[in-house]
């Protein structure tokens, strides 16, 4: 069986580890997407806030290496506004034979940072995950940092992807975590030109002697220095200063994961390849393979896209076309 968690609530409620729209993938056994979870409740526990209780110890996003905001005061309700602004809302769920979805929206867990993050999941059934991070950060002048995190039980490593970029100069790459039951293939296709980090030292409480194995994958970003500042009118922070803006205050993830049994066969030519699709800030894949394919599209301005034959203004579009059936 493969399944997966997305979890939504309030950090106003006691015992928590700030870890609003974290996940979890399980799959033939095995914790493919997991965490290192809290050490032993004490009062050293509840005066830190590293590494016990730490939103970059989650499967969470993490803005400018902050945590999530918890309450002033813990409040013990359902009412997710009651104990003040940080929390995250489940919403948007559809549930068919072929997919299931999810939404969590911790905008104001994260207030002091973005006006917008959503975490929108789309499990393609029996063994895809599509999951798109759509952060819009307030305005400042100077680099806002995004990771994007995930830990597991399974050791990473790079692996060859699946994603086809038009005209890419370099091959693209993809990352695994690969256990004695079950590999789980990472492969962004948004950002473009990310980059990642593999984060070591982190162990499971109650067996110091188990590690937990991270990765951050974070946008590809720059410094200027010994800069003339006569080459530009414009000051560094000001996107028209250069042809690539050195700052962006908004940033779209789109991760494909895929559960596969240990020691699946992975060929050169794989099963589907993944089609990156950018309109605008519409951002989408399509997951193409022999008889089938499958559009996952997220539109969150409404924008007019037009993929194909398809065009449409609405926020979200999952399509899967197999042979001469269509499902929407």
């Known amino acids: 069986a493969t399944f997966m968690l997305l979890k939504g609530g309030s950090n106003a409620w006691s015992h928590t580890h700030l870890d609003l729209n974290s996940f979890f993938i399980t799959s033939h056994g095995e914790r493919l997407a997991t965490e290192p979870g809290p050490e032993h409740y004490s009062l050293a526990y509840w005066h830190s ?90 305005p400042v002048r100077c680099q806002r940092n995004f990771e994007w995190l995930l830990h597991s039980e399974c050791e990473l490593g790079e692996t060859p992807s699946r994603v086809v970029w038009e005209g890419s100069p370099t091959p693209p790459r993809a990352l695994e975590a690969r256990g004695e039951k079950a590999t789980l293939r990472i492969e962004p296709v948004f950002p473009a030109g990310w980059e990642y980090k593999l984060i070591t030292g982190r162990t499971v409480p109650y067996a110091d002697d188990k590690p937990l194995h991270a990765v951050s994958i974070r946008p590809y970003w720059h410094h200027k220095w010994n800069v003339d500042p006569r080459k530009s009118p414009y000051p560094h922070w000001d996107p028209r200063g250069d042809t690539t803006p050195l700052f962006d205050n908004t940033c779209q993830y789109l991760i494909v994961l895929t559960a596969l049994p240990a020691g699946a066969d992975v060929p050169d030519a794989p099963p589907y390849r993944l089609e990156p699709i950018a309109q605008g800030t519409a951002k989408g894949v399509r997951l193409v393979g022999e008889g089938e394919e499958t559009l996952v599209l997220f539109n969150h301005n409404r924008e007019r896209v037009a993929v194909g034959d398809l065009e449409t203004d609405a926020e979200k579009v999952i399509k899967q076309m197999q042979g001469s059936r269509n499902a929407n």
């Not at 009651?82 to 939404?103: F, I, K, N, T």
């Open 49 to 138: 806030i590293q590494p016990v209780v730490s939103t970059a110890q989650h499967n969470c996003i993490v803005v400018d290496g902050a945590h999530q905001r918890v309450s002033a005061q813990y409040a013990m309700s359902y009412d997710l506004e009651e104990a003040g602004d940080c929390y995250s809302r489940l919403s948007d769920h559809v549930s068919e034979d072929w997919v299931e979805m999810v939404r969590g929206d911790a905008t104001t867990g994260y207030g002091d940072m973005l006006s917008r993050a959503w975490r929108d999941m789309v499990y393609l059934k029996p063994n895809v995950f599509v999951i798109h991070d759509d952060l819009i950060g307030h």
